[in-house]
């Protein structure tokens, strides 16, 4: 049902009684194409999962550019209120889950490894929830075989940030400064966006994972900053939404 329809409805569900009649549109396919059913007698309607998602895009856009610094906490906290979403059927959990499992790979090669077996599971079961649509009692409670690759997505992605924060630490020493993350706009292209104004002109540079030797990174040079405004000019595989962008601080040296 849409919240237009619920709007719509409101005064008419608020005076229902046991033998009252009123029509309301129901989600009759998986596309969400809709339906008018006669309902009879009193009936309650859920505000999820429009409640949480509304929750979900208003802390992502509140805190935009924290967690566009810690882009794996940020998107983990909304995979947590999906899991433990009580008026959540376990159909519309998987679906929400999904599409977070995409959107955090899309920002963080460290999120894409540790949670490769959850979406391959979520994919897997794909057909199990095709008729999420169908009227039945909610049962917010997962598939054993999704919470168990949840819970061992989350350890992974405890152990892979640990690796990743070593190297980080090492970066940093050599005068690495971070000064924003590739976003993408309104067309869907992606583009370097500073969140400071203070990054001098020349290169930019990201941090991207290397083939071999295996769990490794490497520094790459992905674009220029002239006149407080940056541009990219790397390579199509190092662009990826949510990588964070670097300048290289010159290191002083003494001279006599």
Do not use: C
């Amino acid at each position: 049902m849409s919240w237009d329809a619920r709007v719509e409805n409101d005064e008419d569900l608020k005076k229902q009684a046991t033998k009252s009649r009123v029509v309301l549109p129901v989600v009759s396919d998986n596309l969400g194409a809709s339906t008018n059913i006669i309902f009879t007698g009193k009936i309650t309607l859920s505000d999820e999962p429009r409640s949480l998602i509304r929750k979900t895009a208003r802390r992502l856009e509140t805190n935009r550019a924290s967690i566009l610094a810690d882009w794996e906490g940020g998107l983990t906290l909304a995979m947590q209120d999906v899991v433990g979403g009580q008026n959540l059927d376990s159909q519309i959990k998987e679906i929400l889950l999904t599409r977070l499992v995409k959107a955090s790979r899309e920002g963080s090669s460290v999120m894409r490894d540790a949670f490769t077996d959850l979406e391959e599971k979520l994919n897997d079961r794909t057909e199990k929830r095709a008729l999420w649509y169908s009227p039945s009692e909610i049962n917010a409670t997962l598939e054993n075989e999704v919470t168990v690759s949840i819970r061992e997505g989350m350890k992974n992605l405890v152990i892979l940030k640990g690796k990743t924060n070593e190297t980080l630490n090492q970066l940093a020493a050599n005068k690495l400064v971070w000064v924003g993350a590739m976003l993408r706009d309104s067309n869907g292209k992606i583009e370097a966006w500073l969140y400071r104004d203070d990054v001098p002109d020349g290169e930019i540079v990201s941090i991207v994972p290397s083939v071999q030797p295996a769990n490794s990174l490497h520094v790459v040079i992905v674009g220029r900053v002239k006149r407080k405004q940056a541009s990219l000019s790397g390579a199509a595989e190092t662009a990826l939404a949510g990588r964070p962008l670097y300048w290289i601080r010159p290191v002083k040296t003494n001279s006599n």
